[in-house]
T-cell receptor, first 114, second 111 residues
Framework: DVKVTQSSRYLVKRTGEKVFLECVQD?????MFWYRQDPGLGLRLIYF???????EKGDIPEGYSVSREKKERFSLILESASTNQTSMYLC?????????????FGNGTRLTVT | EDKVVQSPLSLVVHEGDTVTLNCSYE??????LLWYKQEKKAPTFLFML????IEKKSGRLSSILDKKELFSILNITATQTGDSAIYLC???????????FGDGTTLTVKP
């Protein structure tokens, strides 16, 4: 069974702090994704990656960056956290190179920025 | 721009009821539509539909796709309190390499 592990379940940070959200998958999947989930707005794609050191902007990349130094790990970085980045962050991975296969999600990180 | 619309946004039923959740889409280069169930944590995969008119079934859950009218339905029969969850519909854009999600339907099943 695919396991996608997000390092923190809950996180509280102050405005202006640099925040790292870590995600690790154990199935050798090429593709990894970061979403945020907000009530009434569904899941919105922040960034995704098809390979090591490769990244693509999703629909809402502003205020975020990512890092993929190893195939199994995909990090989301908030350079200077703001209160409007308070959200549930979900990491996912998949095996298909063209997104045409199920996503396997981590349990999410609920981030609160005060 | 790709679009996925789910309805209703929320639904409250009693145990034993049958529910139908809807998902309509406008996506370039359509190849599949996927349904997920999200309880308190991670969304988990339910069905992947690629062909019109072929029902996918798992226990009390079933789903079907209509590629002509660009929609899918997810049916749950004899609902149980454990079916309470957010149900998400997603459509991959295979050229862009990413999926577009609907806003989800929040189903609450009361005892």
């Amino acid at each position: 069974d695919v396991k996608v592990t997000q390092s923190s379940r809950y996180l509280v940070k102050r405005t202006g702090e640099k925040v790292f959200l870590e995600c690790v998958q154990d199935m050798d999947h090429e593709n990894m994704f970061w979403y945020r989930q907000d009530p009434g707005l569904g899941l919105r794609l922040i960034y995704f990656s098809y390979d090591v050191k490769m990244k693509e902007k999703g629909d809402i990349p502003e205020g975020y960056s990512v890092s993929r130094e190893k195939k199994e790990r995909f990090s989301l970085i908030l350079e200077s956290a703001s209160t409007n980045q308070t959200s549930m962050y979900l990491c996912a991975s998949s095996s298909s190179p063209r997104a045409n296969s199920p996503l396997h999600f981590g349990n999410g990180t609920r981030l609160t920025v005060t | 721009e790709d679009k996925v619309v789910q309805s209703p946004l929320s639904l409250v039923v009693h145990e034993g009821d049958t529910v139908t959740l809807n998902c309509s889409y406008e996506v370039t280069n359509f190849r599949s539509l996927l349904w997920y169930k999200q309880e308190k944590k991670a969304p988990t995969f339910l069905f992947m539909l690629t062909s019109s008119g072929i029902e996918k079934k798992s226990g009390r859950l079933s789903s079907i796709l209509d590629k002509k009218e660009l929609f899918s339905i997810l049916n749950i029969t004899a609902t149980q309190t454990g079916d309470s969850a957010i149900y998400l519909c997603a459509v991959p854009n295979t050229n862009a390499g990413k999926s577009t999600f609907g806003d989800g339907t929040t189903l609450t099943v009361k005892p």
